[in-house]
């Protein structure tokens, strides 16, 4: 559903640094090292970052700036890290957050 | 635990332009921020900012930003990033956050420089994924150079909804719509009108029933609202989006000094909670100060102004100066400030309903309605004149603190006057030698260079284009009338770049000379 500017008409084009692969719920996917978790995700379409504990409803970005925590996903491991201001790195494990689990509710 | 003369939380315009000040006067001065970059909102303004020169109009934001940095590393403040003040008591210490370190730090005075947040509005829908604020689209887009959407319905037509919903079409983003609850645009009239003109629809005293989808955002419905904010059943209007942004507002984000025991007042007319305080931002707690955002909703150019005076009262306190020397220093900035808080958006104002400008010209109620001057309202107002010849046509008619135009004609051509807030006039017997400078200029993309004949039949009207891609000479389209909606045919005859323009390219469309005054923007077809 979305993808990145390739060329801004004020901001020219965008340097980036390096392109890195990291999986997001076992699948592969490309980003920018550096550049925050969520704009990689966006950039390769994902809007669904969270599914709540008590309603199973979706989350996705909504501040960007690490305020509201809709955007929490499990991280390597970790659950509950803010994708919108945590910096990618190479081989990064990222997977949706079911409640505070990596695990579909169902599977829970 | 460490200690400086001078702690200041928040490294955006107003804490950046507190350190500055604070350090040239010698103290040991530290700015905290909580994010990876510092420069708080302005790396995400890509527009030319209003104002004056000594208010760095005309710069955009983000250069303003750059600009703040180098001169606060000249100064020798240091800036402290990733780094989260968590904590705020009356004998000044400040709690920081760093990762998952907790540190302690003691100032001998504290400005709280921490802007504000955005508000949220609730309706069916709210939480799905695509449903963001309009400070999220900005950082996407401006700061990531990733996308937010496709197709984008805004809801909010304050300066911030107006000046995201450009950016968003700026980056290849569709918006649908602009939606508001309240009767009127409440931004500046010249913003409305370069996003009205692109063809984006205004819907004034509609608001959002529901957002659909089940995963995420498919579609949105909104609803006419009569004068106590309810749905007119039958009014609903549906739209595909993959988006819905919201701009309803910020407050100040003034925790801190609420806990630090300093004494808070509502205001509707400032944002919410502030912090009471003098002019030069001393709270009720001795050595505690505040500039920016956080003691009242305005502007970047007022916060720069505001963090100086927090910085100079905080030196004055500490004894880097004397009495004297910080009453000279504040009394100019004093001046500086009045200025930018006049006209009709000033902060005085705020709520109250204007009906005519300063020179006592009736406003145009269809740029509140709709967001564009009408053709039968614009010939009341002292920017349009027409004369044979290229000459420029301002489209600037509500009474806001900006004056670059004035400084951008050398030849003299127009005139604000000595006071900021004055309609732009153009100047009778003056010759325009057709250089452009006054359109690239213009904070509020404004001035066209039109000539209303050209003897052939055909008339020519130069406007600001800021989009991608930059139509070529020859190319065919449509003249889009200020409503957006094609008006006549239109070919490129010039399209102009230079280093001047700061990335506003000029572009000349030929038209039948009926559409003169009528054709506002172009599209290739
Ligand atoms: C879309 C949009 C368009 C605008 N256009 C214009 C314009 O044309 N002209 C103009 O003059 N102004 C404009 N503004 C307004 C301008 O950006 C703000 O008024 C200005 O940035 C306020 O400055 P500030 O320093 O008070 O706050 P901010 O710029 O918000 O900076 C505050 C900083 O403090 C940090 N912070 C907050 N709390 C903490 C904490 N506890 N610990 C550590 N750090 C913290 C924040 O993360 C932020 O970096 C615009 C704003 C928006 C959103
Ligand atoms: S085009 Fe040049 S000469 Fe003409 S009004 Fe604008 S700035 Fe002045
Ligand atoms: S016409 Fe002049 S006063 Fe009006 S927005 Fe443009 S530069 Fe500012
Ligand atoms: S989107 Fe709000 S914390 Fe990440």
Redesign the pocket.
């Given at each position: 559903m979305s993808e990145r500017i390739k060329e801004h008409p004020i901001l020219g084009v965008q340097e980036k640094g390096r392109l890195v692969r990291f999986t997001y719920d076992g699948k592969e996917v490309e980003g920018y090292e550096g550049e925050p978790i969520a704009a990689a995700l966006k950039a390769a379409g994902v809007m669904v970052h969270r599914y709540t504990q008590k309603e199973h409803s979706p989350r996705g970005i909504f501040c960007a700036i690490g305020r509201c925590t809709d955007c929490v996903m499990v991280v390597d491991g970790v659950p509950n890290v803010r994708t919108c201001i945590t910096p990618l790195a190479e081989g990064m494990k990222v997977c949706t957050q079911y409640g505070v689990s990596e695990k579909p509710f169902e599977e829970q | 635990m460490k200690r400086y003369d001078l702690i200041i939380v928040g490294a955006g315009p107003s804490g950046l332009s507190a350190g500055i000040e604070a350090a040239k006067k010698g103290l040991r001065t530290v700015v905290f921020d909580e994010n990876e970059k510092p420069g708080g909102q302005l790396f995400k303004q890509i527009h030319k900012f209003?104002g004056s020169k000594e208010h760095r109009?005309?710069v955009r934001g983000y250069v303003i930003g750059q600009q703040l940095l180098e001169e606060a590393d000249r100064a020798g403040v240091e800036v402290v990033l990733n780094a989260t003040v968590i904590g705020l008591y009356q004998d000044k210490e400040v709690v920081v956050k760093r990762g998952d370190r907790i540190e302690h730090y003691k100032g001998n005075a504290v400005i709280i420089a921490t802007g504000a947040a955005e508000n949220m509005v609730t309706f069916p829908g709210w939480t799905l994924p695509g449903v963001i604020g309009a400070g999220a689209a900005q950082t996407m887009m401006n700061l990531h150079g990733v996308l937010p959407g496709k197709r984008v319905l805004m809801l909010g037509s304050g300066n911030v909804g107006l000046v995201v919903s450009f950016q968003l079409e700026q980056c290849g983003c569709e918006v649908v719509a602009l939606v508001d609850a309240a009767p009127r645009v409440g931004g500046?009239g010249?913003h409305a009108a370069k996003v009205a003109r692109t063809g984006v629809p205004f819907y004034l005293s509609h608001t959002i029933v529901e957002a659909e989808g089940t995963d995420c955002v498919t579609g949105v419905t909104i609803a006419e609202v009569d004068s106590t904010f309810h749905f007119i059943p039958g009014t609903e209007k549906h739209f595909d989006v993959d988006t819905i942004c919201l701009a309803v507002g910020l407050s100040p984000m003034s925790q801190l000094l609420k806990m630090a025991g300093c004494r808070m007042v509502d205001d509707a007319k400032k944002g919410g909670q502030v912090p009471v305080c003098d002019p030069y931002g001393r709270t009720s707690l001795p050595g505690v100060y505040v500039a920016g955002d956080v003691a009242g909703i305005e502007e970047a150019s007022s916060a720069m102004i505001e963090g100086r005076m927090a910085g100079i009262a905080a030196a004055e306190y500490l004894g880097y100066i004397g009495k004297d020397e910080m009453e000279s220093e504040l009394a100019s900035l004093d001046k500086a400030l009045d200025g930018l808080r006049q006209g009709m958006f000033a902060p005085q104002n705020r709520g109250k309903q204007i009906t005519e400008t300063e020179e006592g010209i009736e406003v145009s109620q269809n740029l509140l309605l709709h967001g564009y001057v009408a053709d039968d309202e614009l010939e009341r107002y002292p920017?349009v004149t027409h004369k044979s010849g290229v000459h420029p046509v301002?489209?600037?008619t509500q009474n806001?603190p900006?004056?670059?135009?004035?400084d951008?004609c050398k030849k003299g051509c127009?005139s604000?006057g000595a006071k900021i807030t004055s309609?732009?006039i153009v100047v009778e017997g003056s010759e325009c030698i057709n250089c452009g400078m006054?359109v690239a200029?213009?904070?509020?993309?404004?001035?066209f260079l039109v000539d209303e004949d050209c003897g052939d039949g055909t008339a020519t009207v130069t406007l600001p284009y800021e989009f991608l891609p930059l139509p070529e000479v020859g190319t065919k389209g449509k003249g889009l009338g200020r409503d957006g909606k094609a008006v006549c045919d239109a070919e490129v005859v010039s399209v102009k770049s230079m280093k001047a323009f700061d990335k506003t390219n000029l572009l000349t469309i030929r038209i039948p000379k009926e559409y003169a005054m009528k054709a506002r923007f172009f599209k290739a077809v």
């Open positions: - | 209003f109009a005309k500046y010249v920017g301002i489209e600037c806001i900006c004056n670059p135009c004035q951008a127009i604000i309609l732009p006054c200029s213009c904070s509020g993309q404004a001035i």
